[in-house]
């Protein structure tokens, strides 16, 4: 299994680093993860055929928690920059499918 490591270098990413907070996996095994709305972000960002799954995945479990205010205002200008607006077409179209599942 792999592991995604982000430099901080974009303002988002100081951003996602200050809103992550820590996951007890096992005692005393601590990972600093970013929020539910930051891997919807950098995911979507990405848009491999694994990423999109993973979304997904998170959309099913997070369900309505999801704060899309966030997710959006903070996605689009990511996208604008890489040039991929259809990613968030691609992402929305993905949040009604799953809420209209649940």
């Given at each position: 299994?792999?592991?995604d490591v982000a430099l901080g270098g974009l303002p988002f990413e100081e951003r996602c680093v200050e809103r992550a907070s820590d996951w007890e996996i096992s005692p005393g095994i601590v990972l600093h993860t970013c929020s539910a709305e930051d891997l919807v972000i950098l995911k979507t960002?990405?848009?491999?055929?694994?990423?999109?799954?993973?979304v997904e995945s998170v959309l099913v479990r997070q369900g309505r928690a999801l704060n899309w205010r966030l997710i959006i205002g903070e996605l689009q200008p990511l996208l604008d920059l890489r040039e991929t607006p259809e990613n968030l077409e691609r992402l929305l179209q993905l949040r009604s499918k799953v809420e209209k599942g649940a």
């Open positions: 299994m792999g592991i960002f990405a848009g491999r055929p694994q990423d999109w799954i993973d």
